[in-house]
């Protein structure tokens, strides 16, 4: 009769609901007694609690990351949250009461514990620490049975937990790629950034108002071949020099079988510098340049400093394992040629100093520059070879919207790099053609510091190259131009003139 009546309680009423139904299992006199000694246990466990919940709210910075440039995927974001939050919690009662369960009622005769999915839970364990382990505590075994059954039934509800852990999926496969680039808008802040590390992105946008756009002018000797430009990217590095690489300003270039001689370089700050709208070649060219203009206004002539010396210490190419570089020595420093015409407001007189030596425990390292602008065809040739043709086309589009159809100042952001002072340093930054000669710097640099200068890539190296400001040829440059006494003593470059003088010392 006992059984019977066992047996009416158990199906009398459908599951209520999880709380409901945990609602009425925490009402029974001998499961709060089990709860009250339970929460003790669990006090001791709360390190291994923390652990989970920082794990599962990873999962959620990783989403976060992925969906903040999209306003669309930010709500789902927020919406999958809360279900995380909600699962989380639900998770953590199902332990408790299943330890409850397979405490108190052995399951019956060919059957298991309770088969929950927990494929996709992003936890260290699925299973409570030996020490709340029921097995063995016969008083347990023997309370409350009646409940215990009723709660197995209503563990139909629980089960569906994990499906809802699997919609994850679903907010995870539509995300679009994350971008190449970081554009940014007419106050140097970054568009649509997914970065969550404020100081990182402060910093990022700090460094940004140092780089420039530079334009190379080229001439033939025959005044019927008209002219020719080259683009590139160069820094502030102090009030009157800026740093870029040498092949961005080389003396000369041979083409169809002309050699075109340098004639000008200008530099120009703006975030859009596109060529026939806010920069006029020819204007430049025609030494026309004057502040009246908005073409030209905030453009300034560069000339490049003497590198004899290093040149002559350092004649051989850097290499990096087998690969070398073709350009000697692809680093330079120039200044403003006019000492009347150079930046005077605030925000143009800030530098990038070097970051000295260079911390290589770094999460984020970044490069800031212009991208040239290029023909599907040559990008075809020039970028990722295991693309279809159709594919390539969509990454090509996707690049031209992301970088401002090529002439924008850009920042490309990656987690890999070597930072090296005796060969070529590696980022995985992407980049395009174009972006030579702009700073890299990483979120362990320091505000206002650069680790190197980025000086192109190789498709069959499958990586991006820079030169350290630790290499001895550029520390050699760099302090025969820039870092003087003074220069060192506002900056605190006593450990970088340390290492200047060892470096002196061996070759002069």
């Known amino acids: 009769m006992a059984a019977a009546e066992t047996t009416t309680e158990n199906t009398a009423q459908p599951p209520k609901g999880l709380r409901a139904w945990l609602g009425d299992l925490f009402t029974s006199k001998a499961v709060r007694e089990e709860l009250d000694d339970l929460k003790k246990r669990v006090g001791k466990n ?19 990351d992925l969906a903040g440039h999209s306003d669309t995927l930010l709500t789902q974001t927020l919406q999958l949250q809360q279900k995380v939050g909600e699962f989380s919690a639900r998770m953590a009662a199902l332990e408790l009461v299943t330890g409850l369960v397979n405490a108190q009622q052995p399951p ?29 505590n016969t008083d347990a075994k023997n309370k409350n049975k009646n409940e215990v059954k009723r709660i197995r039934n209503d563990m139909i509800e629980i089960t569906s937990l994990s499906r809802e852990l699997k919609d994850i999926d679903k907010y995870l496969n539509p995300l679009p790629p994350p971008p190449i680039f970081y554009s940014l808008n007419d106050d140097h802040q970054l568009n ?62 041979m083409i169809n079988d002309r050699v075109y001689k340098l004639v000008n370089i200008f530099i ?12 006029e070649l020819e204007k430049l ?37 087998s690969f070398i570089w073709n350009t000697v020595n692809d680093f330079t420093i120039l200044q403003y040629k006019d000492k009347d015409n150079i930046p005077s407001s605030s925000s143009l007189t800030h530098y990038l100093v070097p970051s000295y030596p260079p911390n290589s425990q770094f999460e984020t390292i970044y ?30 589009n996707r690049v031209k919207k992301q970088s401002g159809y090529f002439e924008q100042k850009v920042v490309s952001v990656a987690t ?18 174009g972006v030579s000669g702009g700073p890299i710097s990483t979120n362990a640099s320091g505000d206002s510091k650069f680790i190197g200068i980025h000086i192109g890539g190789s498709m069959s190296m499958k990586n991006n190259f820079s030169i350290s400001v630790g290499h001895p040829a550029f520390v050699f440059l760099y302090f025969q131009h820039i870092a003087n006494d003074a220069f060192i003593e506002q900056h605190q470059l006593h450990q970088y003139k340390e290492y200047y003088l060892s470096i002196k010392n061996k070759n002069m």
Request: charged share 30%; hydrophobic share 25%; aromatic share 8%.
């Open 46 to 64: 709360e390190e291994a609690i923390a652990t989970n919940s920082e794990t599962m709210m990873s999962l959620v910075r990783s989403v976060s």
């Open 108 to 136: 019956p005769e060919g059957q298991h514990d309770i088969e929950i999915d927990f494929e996709h839970i992003p936890s260290p364990t699925n299973k409570l620490p030996s020490d709340l382990d029921f097995d063995n």
């Open 192 to 253: 649509h950034c997914t970065l969550y590390n404020n100081d990182l992105k402060r910093e990022i946008e700090s460094c940004s108002k140092n780089v420039g756009r530079i334009y190379s002018r080229y001439e033939s000797e025959k005044k019927e071949d008209g002219v020719e430009w080259y683009c590139g990217s160069g820094f502030r590095a102090s009030p009157n020099h800026i740093i870029s690489a040498r092949h961005v300003v080389k003396r000369e270039h």
């Open 367 to 396: 490069v800031v520059g212009y991208p040239s602008s290029i023909k599907m065809e040559k990008f075809k040739e020039d970028y990722p070879k295991d693309l279809n043709d159709q594919s390539l086309t969509e990454f090509y």
């Open 285 to 321: 060219g025609l030494n026309q340049c004057s502040s009246s203009s908005s073409t030209t206004d905030g453009i300034y002539e560069l000339v490049e400093l003497d590198r004899q010396l290093v040149d002559s210490n350092y004649p051989d190419k850097l290499t990096s394992g």
């Open 416 to 433: 890999n790099g070597a930072i090296l002072d005796d060969s070529l340093s590696t980022h995985m930054c992407p980049t395009l053609r």
């Open 268 to 279: 120009c700050f703006e975030i859009d510098c596109t060529i026939g709208k806010e920069v």
